[in-house]
């Protein structure tokens, strides 16, 4: 165990509440006060094996100076350059290409008290932006005469030209990762790089820096106007028009080609219900209308999904039968499970929590279960694969599952029962 801190949440909340122990050496000016402003921010793409990762700490001053802050716990068994060159570099990139919006969406429930890990004071749970925040705790400080947007306009510039710090602080020092500080700043990073270790006792929070190599740019920043809104503006839904401006050209042609015209074969005429990332097909059956189909972009925290294939224009497609509407229409649960297990045969799964996508198609699934949610399958046959990108394969994979949808259609009036 830590011979200081309970666990990592502790060591993260302990550094949080001592800002005042941050030191001097890091401020852009030796008063400066310090700011943690966000608290395991989601990067994207930043993720060991893909996907999103996060960072643990990030801090500011009155001057706009920002550092990165990657703690490591009780001798953690991942060496120096696994830290660095690797958590660290992804990291650093991350900050560097995400839009300063969504680095500022991402910081919204720390900074307002909504964590289980607090601010260092305790903010508005109302504030609108991150520069409400910001005002805010300059008041706190007594440094109400510096404009808290220009404090904002730095930062969003720091990030975005690499002029950040970036730091490991641990409870315990490791040769190691002092070595490989020194090789991060001298091949990866041209801002600011520290190392340190702190550890508390009866005469205060102590931080024993063990490398700091200063900007190697002494040049000014200068801060552009940027908005730092908390909520970002609405978006349109998606629609079946909207989608195709969405996926990429190779989506596009599975959704002319294959998608929309088989939906078309099984009556649907385009009624759907619009949802931010997708739209539900309204397809009838039997004298009823069902949302049996999600047709939408693939989620953002897809980890098997690239960076590239989240943005607008570039998406890939997510193509997912609804198994709730099944069940609700035909109340025949043997049915719905023939026909999960169909599915799961062509790559289709359950969602990852609880399991489902080792359980969903393999085993019999309770109605319970079904009913507990929409019951939305999912196209991820392998661990590196997910959705449509228009890969080879993909149109016969379709085609073969709406040979399969379109079978089930025909048989639930029957499987009701009762039939029409």
Same mark, same amino acid.
């Given at each position: 165990?830590?011979? *200081?801190?309970?666990?990592?949440?502790?060591?993260?909340?302990?550094?949080?509440?001592?800002?005042?122990?941050?030191? &001097?050496?890091?401020?852009?000016?030796?008063? @400066?006060? %310090?700011?943690?402003?966000?608290?395991?921010?989601?990067?994207?793409?930043?993720?060991?094996?893909?996907?999103?990762?996060?960072?643990?700490?990030? %801090?500011?001053?009155?001057?706009?100076?920002?550092?990165?802050?990657?703690?490591?716990?009780?001798?953690?068994?991942?060496?120096?350059?696994?830290?660095?060159?690797?958590?660290?570099?992804? *990291?650093?990139?991350?900050?560097?290409? $995400?839009?300063?919006?969504?680095?500022?969406?991402?910081?919204?429930?720390?900074?307002?008290?909504?964590?289980?890990?607090?601010?260092?004071?305790?903010?508005?749970?109302?504030?609108?932006?991150?520069?409400?925040?910001?005002?805010?705790? /300059?008041?706190?400080?007594?440094?109400?005469?510096?404009?808290?947007? +220009?404090?904002?306009?730095?930062?969003?510039?720091?990030?975005? !030209?690499?002029?950040?710090?970036? $730091?490991?602080? #641990?409870?315990?020092?490791?040769?190691?990762?002092?070595?490989?500080?020194? !090789?991060?700043?001298?091949?990866?990073?041209?801002?600011?790089?520290?190392?340190?270790?702190?550890?508390?006792?009866?005469?205060?929070?102590?931080?024993?820096?063990? *490398? =700091?190599?200063?900007?190697?740019?002494? #040049? /000014?920043?200068?801060?552009?106007?940027? %908005? !730092?809104?908390?909520?970002?503006?609405? $978006?349109?839904?998606? %629609?079946?028009?909207?989608?195709?401006? /969405?996926?990429?050209?190779?989506?596009?042609?599975?959704?002319?080609?294959?998608?929309?015209?088989?939906?078309?074969?099984?009556?649907?005429?385009?009624?759907?219900?619009?949802?931010?990332?997708?739209?539900?097909?309204?397809?009838?059956?039997?004298? !009823?209308?069902?949302?049996?189909?999600?047709?939408?972009?693939?989620?953002?925290? @897809?980890?098997?999904?690239?960076?590239?294939?989240?943005?607008?224009?570039?998406?890939?497609?997510?193509?997912?039968?609804?198994?709730?509407?099944?069940?609700?229409?035909?109340?025949?649960?043997?049915?719905?499970?023939?026909? $999960?297990?169909?599915?799961?045969?062509?790559?289709?799964?359950?969602?990852?929590?609880?399991?489902?996508?080792?359980?969903?198609?393999? +085993?019999?699934?309770?109605?319970?279960?079904?009913?507990?949610?929409? &019951?939305?399958?999912?196209?991820?046959? =392998?661990?590196?694969?997910?959705?449509?990108?228009?890969?080879?394969?993909?149109?016969?994979?379709?085609?073969?599952? =709406?040979?399969?949808?379109?079978?089930?259609?025909?048989?639930?009036?029957?499987? +009701?029962?009762?039939?029409?």
């Amino acid at each position: 165990m830590s011979r *200081y801190f309970a666990n990592e949440a502790d060591f993260h909340q302990r550094l949080i509440n001592n800002p005042d122990a941050f030191p &001097a050496l890091f401020r852009g000016a030796p008063a @400066a006060h %310090t700011l943690f402003w966000a608290h395991e921010l989601t990067l994207h793409d930043a993720g060991r094996g893909g996907g999103n990762g996060s960072a643990d700490l990030l %801090t500011v001053d009155e001057t706009g100076m920002v550092w990165l802050i990657e703690v490591k716990f009780n001798f953690s068994l991942e060496s120096g350059t696994q830290v660095w060159h690797s958590q660290l570099a992804r *990291y650093r990139k991350a900050l560097m290409t $995400m839009g300063w919006q969504e680095i500022v969406r991402y910081t919204h429930r720390f900074l307002t008290g909504f964590e289980q890990t607090k601010p260092q004071i305790s903010l508005r749970t109302d504030a609108g932006s991150l520069d409400e925040c910001i005002a805010e705790w /300059l008041v706190a400080v007594q440094a109400d005469a510096v404009a808290g947007g +220009t404090i904002v306009s730095h930062m969003a510039e720091r990030l975005r !030209s690499g002029k950040f710090g970036i $730091m490991l602080v #641990s409870d315990y020092f490791n040769a190691s990762d002092l070595a490989e500080a020194q !090789s991060f700043a001298d091949k990866v990073h041209s801002g600011p790089v520290a190392y340190a270790v702190v550890d508390p006792d009866p005469t205060g929070f102590n931080w024993r820096v063990k *490398y =700091f190599r200063p900007d190697l740019d002494q #040049s /000014l920043v200068k801060g552009a106007f940027v %908005t !730092s809104d908390f909520l970002p503006e609405k $978006m349109p839904l998606v %629609t079946p028009t909207r989608l195709r401006s /969405l996926v990429s050209p190779a989506c596009r042609n599975l959704l002319d080609t294959l998608v929309y015209p088989r939906l078309h074969e099984l009556g649907w005429n385009e009624r759907h219900v619009a949802k931010r990332s997708a739209f539900d097909a309204i397809i009838p059956v039997c004298g !009823s209308s069902l949302p049996l189909l999600v047709v939408g972009t693939s989620e953002l925290d @897809a980890k098997a999904l690239e960076r590239h294939a989240k943005i607008d224009g570039g998406q890939t497609l997510k193509i997912n039968p609804r198994f709730k509407a099944v069940l609700n229409h035909t109340g025949n649960l043997a049915f719905v499970n023939a026909y $999960m297990k169909r599915f799961y045969e062509l790559g289709w799964r359950g969602r990852r929590r609880e399991n489902k996508h080792l359980r969903w198609g393999v +085993t019999d699934i309770s109605a319970a279960e079904i009913r507990a949610s929409e &019951a939305a399958m999912i196209y991820y046959p =392998f661990e590196s694969q997910r959705d449509h990108s228009g890969r080879e394969g993909d149109a016969e994979n379709l085609s073969n599952f =709406f040979a399969v949808f379109e079978e089930m259609i025909s048989l639930m009036p029957g499987a +009701t029962g009762d039939g029409c």
